[in-house]
């Protein structure tokens, strides 16, 4: 990976960008970090950082159950 590549590649969102990836109010994404469910971390009093890895591995989570639960309702709908 060349050095270009390592500066412009995120590895760390901000709460909003978080926010308006996971379709979360910003209370409610504070409340998740506060109980563990989803890391990050604060550099300082003010401001948290969560890592990008996390959000996609949310998102790829999420995109599992939402297609779980489609093929189920689905397959209880036929018969």
């Given at each position: ?62 995109s599992i159950k939402v297609c779980l639960y ?5 397959t209880v709908d036929c018969v």
């Amino acid at each position: 990976m060349s050095k270009k590549n390592v500066e412009t590649e995120k590895l760390f969102l901000t709460l909003n960008e978080t926010c308006k990836m996971l379709r979360l109010s910003r209370p409610t994404l504070v409340k998740l970090i506060k109980q563990g469910k989803i890391k990050a971390f604060k550099p300082s009093i003010r401001v948290w950082r969560i890592p990008v890895e996390e959000v996609k591995s949310i998102l790829i989570s999420t995109s599992i159950k939402v297609c779980l639960y489609i093929i189920v309702k689905e397959t209880v709908d036929c018969v």
